[in-house]
Nanobody, 123 residues
Framework: QVQLVESGGGLVQAGGSLRLSCAASGRTFSTYGMGWFRQAPGKEREFVAAISWSGGSRYYADSVKGRFTISRNNAKNTVYLQMNSLKPEDTAVYYC????????????????WGQGTQVTVSS
């Protein structure tokens, strides 16, 4: 059973930046694709970004494309989400997850989830 622990969330003003990290336990991190999702109050969890096991393929939600960058360091068992030009509508709890299914953009493809980290963007 993999454990995923997110960190790096916080309160930031609109236009600011944050970098989220997700540290994974175990020896198989480098063989799985990883993803970031977010959930705002009263809304469903939504896809943010995903990265293949090698880092060679990356996918983004239209709402964050050009502002967010997903990356990974397999030697450190860590995946990152660099968030720039943050907007109030980016406010949510951000979750990292390990993909065990086919569709990178669907939450049902992810079998292991972290506990989440809160990101709050003030206007």
């Amino acid at each position: 059973q993999v454990q995923l622990v997110e960190s790096g969330g916080g309160l930031v003003q609109a236009g600011g930046s944050l970098r989220l990290s997700c540290a994974a336990s175990g020896r198989t991190f480098s063989t799985y694709g990883m993803g970031w999702f977010r959930q705002a109050p009263g809304k469903e969890r939504e896809f943010v970004a995903a990265i293949s096991w090698s880092g060679g393929s990356r996918y983004y939600a239209d709402s964050v494309k050009g502002r967010f960058t997903i990356s990974r360091n397999n030697a450190k068992n860590t995946v990152y989400l660099q968030m720039n030009s943050l907007k109030p509508e980016d406010t949510a709890v951000y979750y990292c997850a390990r993909r065990e299914g086919i569709d990178d953009r669907e939450a049902r493809s992810y079998g292991s989830w972290g506990q989440g980290t809160q990101v709050t963007v003030s206007s």
